[in-house]
Every structure is written in C-alpha cells, then in structure tokens.
C-alpha cells in the first residue's frame, strides 16, 4: 500500500483528493494536514466522510509526513516551496496541485504570483504533470506540477492543432468558463451564493496567473513563440470548466479525424462526435476531458470546446493520474468513475 | 456475471442504474430497452456514458429481456405489471423502481394512481425494498417493489421512534423537500430551470401519491393506524431530499442513543453526531441516508432530519442494494462511492 | 421631499432600500453611510445604481445624519441602539431594520443577541413595524423596529387563525425556509455558492434569534403563551423566504373566508384561490406576501403556505411601507413594482 | 391613454411586457391573447401580476385587436407576419418581438427560418428596432421590428468601434452567453433544471440565427461585408446575456474615450469605468446595457463585455422603449426600474 499525505487538507481540492483517493486500492491516506483545524476529525469537517475516513487533521510538519510515500500539496501558493525539497531529501515523492512549481521561467512566477521563489533548482526538476503531454518524464519524477484547471482544459483543446501546425499561434483566443469551486474554500464576497449565483462575468481579463502557464505550455508545444488572448468567466454552477477556443486555420484539413488521432489511445481525453457539442454535466465528478470541433460555416476560424470538472481532471483527479504513473500503477486506478449526471 | 436488463433506461433512474452498474464488479448490463430509442446507442443519448456501456436502447419486449437474470424497470407507473408476471415465469428476477408493486391494498393503490392494476395477485408476493426493514424478505424474494424518493427519507426518519413507540403516531408531519430530478426526465413547464429555479414552493399539499405508501411502510412498524401530514416542496438544486419530520414525544427518552442504536449495523444509514444538521450535499450521488435528530429547547416535539439522493438510496442505488441482497452478494457492491462534495 | 439617511449601505437590505428610495417621488436619499467604504461613491460598489445615485458613502456620525427626516438602520444588530436616541433628540424619525427594538422583554433579548442592551427605555416606545397588525401606531411612532424575515412570513400566515382562535396555539409548527441572502452580505463560508448552492440544509434547529420574536408577536394576537416549534432552512436560492405553517384546528370552519376577509383590505397580503399554492418567485423583487392555505385530507391539520420575498416585505420594502405611513404618504409609493418573473 | 394588445401572451417575452406595461403611466393593456389559455384570466397563470392586471386571455384574432393603437407579438417566428398588414391596415401600429421582421433579405430569412415569408412587402417598410441606431425612423415607424436578444448585446458592443473603422471587420468573435429564458416558457427537456441547470454548454455552433442578424446590423454600420464567428452558450441562470467579443485593432485608439463618447447620450447604455467587468446581475429586471473595454497586455486584440437581461434590454424592454419612441413619449417611461441585485 502506498501511503499519502494530503497538505491543506481543507479546501476543496484537498477533500476531491480525500474522496478519490479513500476508495483507491492501492493507496491508504495516512496524514491529512490543516494548520487551523489540527486535532479535529476529517470527516467532522467533511461528513461526506463518515465512514470512509478515519483520519485526524495534523499539523504540516514535516516530522508527521516523513512516513509518507508520497505527499500530495493542495495549498494556497507558495507553501508547497517552503516543503518540497525536505520531503525529496526523505525519499517522499510530491505532487504539487498549487502552482509553485509549474512556470519554468523563474522570473516570469515572481512577477505573476508576486512573491520571491523559495526553491528555484527544483523548478528545472519538476515535471509538469499533463499525462497526455509529458507521460513518460511523469513516471520517472519525484517531482510533479500539477497543471492548473483553466491550462488543463485549453491545452487539451489546442495541442493537436498546433502539433500539425495547422492555426496561426500568434492569434489564439480562449474564452474560458469556471464553476466557483474553482475560486477555493475561501470566505470571500465575491464567491458569496448571493454574488455569483444568477451571475455570469468576466474577470482578470487584463491578465490571470494562468495565462504564462497555457502561453508556456503551447509553446513547447508549437516549438515557437504564441500569442494568446485568455478571457477567463465566472458562471452560476460549482463544478466544472468549459473552454471555448478560436484560431485561424492556415490550411485545409479533416479536423476531426486530427483530434480523433491525437486522443485515441487516451482513456481520459475523449473526442466527441463530428457536430456534438460538450456539456460540462456530461464530465461532473469525472476525469475525463470532452472535447468538440467545429469549422463553423466552413469558414478559416477553428471552434474548439473543451469541457473538464475543475476539480477532477482540472486538479485531484489528474493529481491521482499522476501518482498511479509515478507507482507503476495502471493510470486509471480510482479514476473510472462515471459522470453524476443529471 | 449478473446479466441485468433496464427497461426504460432514457429517464433519471435508468441513467442512474446504468452509472452504478457499469461500474459492478458482478453485472453486464445486458440490455437496456426504451421503444422511442430503439437502434439508439446508449452512450449518444448520454455522453456520460461513453467509453462505459456498448449497449444499443432494445425495445421493451419479453424476447429481448428473457435471457437476464434480472431486470430493472425504471418506467412510468403502469408499466411493469405488464411485464412482471411472465418475466417471474421465466424465472427472471424483476425490480420494480416504480410504484406498481409497492401499495398492499390493491383499491388504494387504484384510487390513487388512477389506473386498474392489471396484476393483483403479484402484489401480495412483491417485496417492499426496503433492506433497512424487510433485509430477510429481500434476500427470498422474486419481485421487488423499491420505494419511492420521498418514502425512504421519511420512513428511515420516523421507523426508530416508532418502533420505540415513543411519539404520538396520531399526528406525524413530514415537510419534505426535493430537488427537481425526482420529476423525472419529461418535457414539462413546471419543471424548467426559468420556472423551478431560484424559486421555492409546496405542491400536491391537498395529497401526493407517496402519502398512502409512506402511511403504510409507518403502520407495519407502529402495528397500528398512523396519523400523517406530508407536505411535498420543490426545491432549486437538482439532486437530494431533505425531510424535516415532526412527532409529539410521548415520554423522556435518548433521542440520539434511540436512532444510533437501531441504525448501528447499517452501512448506509448514518445517524450524525448530536447537534448536527444533515446536508443534502453530503450525500449527493452516494447510496447513503444521514438522519440527524433535535428536542427544541427541550421541548416535547421532535425534530428529525433526514437526507438522501432521490435518485441513489431513493431510487438506483436502493434497487441496486436490493439485487446484491437477491443475488446473495455484499450488500454494497458498486454503492461505496462518496458524495460528490462540493 | 424627505431626506432619508442609511446607516449601513453596503449590506443587502441597504442596496436594497435604495433600489426602492431613489425612485420614490417623495424621498431624496442624502446620506449613506459606511465606515470601511467612507470616500467611495455608492454606485461603485452597486454598478447597478449607476445613473440614479450620486452619492457618497459617509462616516456613520451622527452630524453627518442630522439633517435628514428619516434614517434607516440597515446595519447588524447593536448599531442602532447607539445611535438611535441621539437622532431621535434631533427630530429625526429612525426605522431600525436590524433586531436592536424587536423584543420589547430586554432580559429575552439580551439572551438571544449575547449583549448587554444599551437603550433600554427606547425599547418600550418602538413600534413593531408590521402594517398589517400596527397601523395606527405606525402612523404615530418616532422609531420602528421592523420584523425579521421570518417573523413576517410566519405571523401573517398565523395570525388570522390565531385571532379567530381556531387552532391549538400549544402546538404551533413553522418549517421555513429561506433563500441565501438572507444570511447578509458576509464573507462567511457557510455562504459561499459552492456550500449553499445546489444543497438544503436546516440549521439553528436548538433555537434561532427570530424565535421569540415570533413568539411574542403570536402572543400579542391570540393573548395568551404559544408554544411555537421554528425549524428555519437554507435553500439555494438568492432571494425568498417560504414559511408551511403547521396547526391543530379546534373546530370546524372556512379556512379561505377567514383570510380573505383578515386581509381583503392589505394591499401587500394577497390571499391565493382556494386550491392554489405560493410560489416564491411570484414575490420575487415585490413587497407583497402570498399566503395559501390548506386542510389536507379534510383532517384537523391545517397547513398554511405563505411566501415573502426576504429583501422586500422581509426588510427593505417593509421598512419604506412604514416611512409611508410615519410620513402621512400613500402606503404603497414606490411599492408597487410587480414581481420579476421569471 | 395608448391602449396596448399582446399577442401571444403566455410566454415569456409576453408576461414581461405586462410585467412593464401594467406600471406604465400612458398605457392601458386592453388585451392579451393566447390561443391555448382564451377564457382564463391572466392573472390566474401569472400570479406574480395579481392585482395589477384585470384582462382574460382572448383569441388571437383581428377583431379582438382592432381597437387597439399598438399591438404587440411575442409570438413564435412566423405568426406576425400573418397578422401585421390588416393590423397596419386598420391603423393600429405593430411592435413584433419576433423575428418576422429582422432580415431585409427575404432568401436569407427563408433559409434560416425555414418557410416561407408571408408578408414581403413590409420586410422593407419594418424598421429595425434598436434605438441607438435607428432612433429617428422608429420615430416615423408603423412596424418595427425589435432585435433579437444576442444581436442586441453584440450589436452595441461591437458598433463603436466598427463605426470608427478601428477593427478588422473580416475576423469578428462573438463568444455570447445567454441565460434559459432565452430558450422561451416551452416544455423541451434540454431546458430542464436538471438539464441545464448546473451545467454550461456551447449550441449551435454550426450556425445560429441570430448569425445573419447581427452580421446585417454589422454590417449596416461597417457599410462593408463583415466575417464574423458567433457562439452561443448556455448558462445555468434565468435572466442575463453576457457577450465577450473579440476584434483585432488596426490601429492606436483611447477605446474608453471612443465607447464613452458613442454612448454619452444614451440612457439605457452606460460604458464602465475602465478596467472594469460587466456583470449580468446589476442589469438584471433592467433595460440597461453594460459596457467595458479591454486590451490585455496592451496588445492588439481588444475584448468587449457586454451586458443585458435578454427579456428587458433583449426584448420586452427594448420593444416598450421603441413604443415610447412611435408614441412621442419619453423613451425611458416605465424602464427606470433599478436591477434586482443581489
């Protein structure tokens, strides 16, 4: 059996891992970090639990983790730095779901995220953790940057097309819905039910943390410099993520037998039918990606809908993924839950 | 291998059905029938499902359906005492999530379904699903009738402090709410997100079919003619129902101790610590009843809350719990998976 | 024109009294204030006011409201009672949203809002600002204390039984059930749409503050001690409050007839047909209450439906109801939107 | 006192024109009609209008209609076409909330509507009822007909800078988001709650509509052909538009400045401050329109947000707002109601 430790074990990542992860064969949770909540009961906290989860919240420390085979962080930003290199130095493998690991250009996460970088040679080792991408570094890593939501969701949607060379990269748009579960456990105004319930708007769109990490992982992709508008909303539902990306094609080609190629061996990316289009209910509480093309009026603009649940495929769920590569464990092992539809 | 059929399988509860039983160790869903349909894969009419379930709708006839070992009927109420009889003569099981079976007093159940039942001498035989009651039944039976939503959070409400006889049985009221799903998968106005959401109210207050069977599931236990106002609400969310049940305490007695006793051995009734209030996310998508129990201000009325998924432990997922039962397997295969939360 | 002054603008019911204020013919709204938003313009913070309120917040002192005819207290508990004799000094007439008049029994009072009251001989002189019961005393007060949300839904739909005497007022149930903005605009996570949203849940069961409000309004009508059983809800929706109201008839009589004629003359109670049932949305945005009420099965239970919305005829709307009356205008000015369905 | 006919009644479009109309201070609605509800008061399917509307559903016929001075249809595409030349005839003037109307080119609305045009003389007499570019030949008009509710958000948002030749007029984007009234008060199980609530979806992504409307009124401003890539989403919420639209600038401009001048004038539209975000919630119930401009990262892809309620600003509103202008009235009379927010 595989130990993990959860730090920050109380916001919604850290219970999507919980609720994944308690029914994993493979895999027993033997610490659950909260540095408000230490001494507490996980499933006083989360009755959803009950039964499931016996764990008491400890403090993050690291002399409660060294045990662990692999620690997974779903912290704010900045905290994961402080740990990672300590637990590597144990032996412990880490899975990071924050972004502190996930910009390789050291300076560019300093001026997005606004604080110093603790633990800058780790960066170089990290290994961004998108399956579809980068599988075979991910099974070899004691490090992994779990890809935010928004990236997970617009990257799935846009590499094949930049693979096959196929879209102008200098003018991408990617217009980007969230549920509000992707803004945290957070007692906030704005995620209020009163604020953002019967709401729709935009926001950050003069520039969202997640921008550099999408320009970033396109580029590897693209093998040159991209130019990508990234309009990131907020709309009235808790899970789920729905990527609706524009490029201009520069050649004819059968879009859908691209994607369809692309993806065919993924269990985790699935290439809807010609003409579908995709339904953020149809992935909830799921890890899987559904993904659409479209050529609207045969036009030379590309339609691309890309649908996750933030918090599966978008943060724990992939999260997971990545842990049963890193072990040798058939990737999908407590991840073939069905969609909770309706 | 279970070979299962599910007649009727475009609605809530056979979509429901099929999200648990393609994931059962022991089942193949072997058929699924729906006569508007027929020659449709399942999976284009729920993407959910994709990648899960290679079946194609079948129509709703015998010679599609006799070669499984069970069959579900998740239909309209009228349906399945159409069917029952020459399926039991085939020597398949039937599980009945409608209400054709459930009401022992064939005139009742003709009053308030409108419809002349077509086969009476059944319903002496069919067992009411209820494992938290009749559990031996079960295990013996041929044909089960599954309670509906709103009697299986009532009756696992009241049945403790009925069975202690310590409420005044005269005057029970339940002021039940549900989420919109228990109206089914139909075109109807009232049912619409501009209409149902963000928007509370009463229906059927003058009587709802569910009274005279949830009347009955409470008179086996009190052995005695039970007085009940039930109070069905429409809610705005999707999934769950919460029943807020009323009694006059007939004596002192340990609440608490009273319903954690009775529901001690039960892997899916959990009685929640004192002072707690249950909260239909908590069980969203998971096959579990929590109930938590309150004396105001030390008062002589208690006060009972109960929860589930109107369409897991009040629908699919008990069905599911019955044919484990049937088919002399753990009780709770394929229904471990924790609510989705958030 | 009057001057009018809030007290607390930020919060829901104060964006709400000025959703209604700046239309109405006879008020000028001069002063708003707020001591975190002092210096920041009104409509910056509600863009949805823009173009219709020129105002800046102000510091909550008392010279900054001593030239106003009116002031409004839309502030939490325990604001209003330091500040309401100074203006009542200076002639200002004050009506106090929040709780600090409510309970005319100081000791009941401190009990439930844990603080030591500061103006007790104020207590005795506020009116209790429901129209319905205190008209004339309205008319005549310097100083309202306007219901709760809940108390209004629940004495209105009570209190023509009461009064006819015709019910058990021993055994008196409310289930109430109430959208989201009524917790108020606070960062509080309980609040949160990913918590609240899609979810239902009772709370405060043990006993909640508008408990013995509710007590001593029923007690003031039907003249002696009630025994009242109050289990409030949360349901995911912004606005409306749904009270089912639950009562023992002590003798036979026409239900219908006794409401029609208790509130034939109230332009804000409106009692449905016979057979009908309230809705919350048909309220939505309004000042009117929606009262059904029922006899299921023709048993000794009456079931009394009667919905507000919570910001209106629960708050804000009320609050000017009764600025119309204190002043001598139209009970209706600026009252009289219709409902926004859908 | 203008007397005022609905056509078409029953429906959304048509209850928030009485919603407006029954407060407007020159207006008498004499008559409603509906085919399918004739006899029943109107009051009786909307309660939310109980006391402010004495009228009875009549027949959708000439007779009933002929007194009237203005007769409105909220009806299906294709109805008001049948009915406009004898109404027209008789001197009573015609404000269609179809679409019978909108496209000059009859092909192409026979194409995108499926049948044929009834009526083609009057396509070319109708004037297209947007006031902010049409102000004066709604003044003059008989037929107007009013905008669809997309066409309207992407219209204003996209003219400034069209008219100021600013952006590429071959590459638009309209990424638009539109709450489930817009899908109109009909029993169709996509508009389900359980359907679309909790969930987010692209439609009709090969072609809507709307398409060739907005491209008309584009184009009618561009004085060029205009290729324009228009999606459509919907979203788990009632009311509400939000379009994000995309354009490429071909040259240095203050947008701020060029937004905030088009519009000075405007009552019903209002440019935010810079570096704000619109937001469907303080538009709601209203018949504004909210606007912001974006460039991120300076570079020259420019981003508008614009805001409206699709039953106000996107119909119903809009079309009361072209009444006042035919009629000489004040343009905003009975549209100042202020945005239900929260």
Same mark, same amino acid.
């Given at each position: 059996m595989i130990r993990a430790?959860?730090?920050?074990?109380?916001?919604?990542?850290?219970?999507?891992?919980?609720?994944?992860?308690?029914?994993?064969?493979?895999?027993?949770?033997?610490?659950?970090?909260?540095?408000?909540?230490?001494?507490?009961?996980?499933?006083?906290?989360?009755?959803?639990?009950?039964?499931?989860c016996d764990v008491t919240f400890s403090l993050p420390e690291l002399d409660n983790l060294k045990d662990c085979d692999v620690v997974f962080f779903a912290t704010p930003n900045?905290? +994961?730095?402080?740990?990672?290199?300590?637990?590597? +130095?144990?032996?412990?493998?880490?899975i990071d779901l924050s972004a502190d690991f996930r910009i390789k250009d050291q300076q560019e996460w300093?001026?997005?995220?606004?604080?110093?970088?603790?633990?800058?040679?780790?960066?170089?080792?990290?290994?961004?953790?998108?399956?579809?991408?980068n599988r075979e570094q991910i099974k070899q890593a004691r490090l992994i940057a779990c890809p935010g939501c928004y990236p997970t969701a617009v990257q799935l949607g846009f590499l094949p097309l930049l693979e096959a060379g196929a879209i102008d990269e200098q003018h991408l748009i990617a217009d980007v819905k969230?549920?509000?579960?992707?803004?945290?456990?957070?007692?906030?105004?704005?995620?209020?039910?009163?604020?953002?319930?019967?709401?729709?708007?935009?926001?950050?769109?003069?520039?969202?943390?997640?921008?550099?990490?999408?320009?970033?992982g396109l580029q590897n992709v693209a093998r040159q410099?991209?130019?990508?508008?990234?309009?990131?909303?907020?709309?009235?539902?808790?899970?789920?993520?729905?990527?609706?990306?524009?490029?201009?094609?520069?050649?004819k080609l059968d879009l859908q037998r691209v994607f369809e190629e692309k993806y065919r061996e993924e269990r985790f990316v699935d290439v809807l039918p010609s003409g579908s289009h995709a339904d953020t209910r149809n992935v909830r509480g799921s890890n899987r990606c559904q993904i659409a093309v479209h050529q609207p009026q045969c036009g030379d603009t590309v339609v691309i809908l890309?649908?996750?649940?933030?918090?599966?495929?978008?943060?724990?769920?992939? +999260?997971?993924?990545?842990?049963?590569?890193?072990?040798?464990?058939?990737?999908?092992?407590?991840l073939e839950t069905v969609a909770l539809y309706p």
């Open positions: 430790g959860i730090v920050g074990g109380t916001g919604y990542t850290g219970v999507e891992l919980l609720r994944i992860l308690v029914l994993h064969p493979q895999v027993e949770v033997s610490v659950v970090t909260s540095r408000a909540d230490a001494g507490m009961r996980v499933d006083q906290l989360y009755p959803s639990l009950r039964g499931c900045g905290t +994961a730095m402080l740990m990672a290199e300590a637990l590597l +130095a144990l032996g412990v493998k880490v300093e001026k997005w995220y606004g604080m110093q970088h603790n633990s800058p040679d780790l960066i170089a080792e990290a290994v961004y953790g998108l399956p579809e991408v969230s549920g509000v579960s992707g803004a945290g456990r957070k007692a906030e105004i704005s995620s209020l039910m009163s604020e953002a319930g019967e709401s729709f708007k935009a926001y950050a769109v003069s520039g969202h943390r997640h921008l550099p990490e999408i320009r970033q410099a991209v130019g990508l508008t990234f309009v990131p909303h907020l709309t009235p539902m808790i899970r789920g993520i729905h990527a609706t990306l524009y490029g201009r094609l520069n050649r890309s649908v996750i649940d933030n918090l599966v495929k978008g943060a724990s769920g992939q +999260a997971v993924q990545n842990m049963n590569l890193m072990f040798g464990l058939p990737e999908y092992l407590s």
